[in-house]
């Protein structure tokens, strides 16, 4: 089994930065792609950015200049600091990473819990 803990949600003002951690435990033997996916109310859940295992990172429109996505595999941890946030960005922010399992080496989806980000002043 694996567990994804995030931190580093918050409220912020608009212009703030704040970064987001996404920290994998348990059985893993490796770990491919790394995303965050945000969603507000009332809205569905969308892709923000995504991580290979080879550290191409891709990004939504609307957080590209703002936003940057990392990784560090010695922690399994995937990061997203975001910078110049706006009121728009107010949102649950999930992890999703694509986990290879030991001993069975299946890669299934594991979801983070969320972290609520909140850009107001």
């Known amino acids: 089994q694996v567990q994804l803990v995030e931190s580093g949600g918050g409220l912020v003002q608009p212009g703030g930065s704040l970064r987001l951690s996404c920290a994998a435990s348990?059985?893993?033997?490796?770990?491919?792609?790394m995303r965050w996916y945000r969603q507000a109310p009332g809205n569905q859940r969308e892709l923000v950015a995504e991580?290979?295992?080879?550290?191409?990172?891709n990004y939504a429109d609307s957080v590209k200049g703002r936003f940057t996505i990392s990784r560090d595999n010695a922690k399994n941890t995937v990061y997203l600091q975001m910078n110049s946030l706006k009121p728009e960005d107010t949102a649950i922010y999930y992890c999703n990473l694509d986990v290879s399992e030991w001993p069975s080496l299946r890669t299934r989806g594991y979801w983070g819990q969320g972290t609520q980000v909140t850009v107001s002043s």
């Open positions: 991580i290979t295992s080879g550290s191409k990172a």
């Open positions: 348990g059985r893993i033997f490796s770990i491919s792609s």
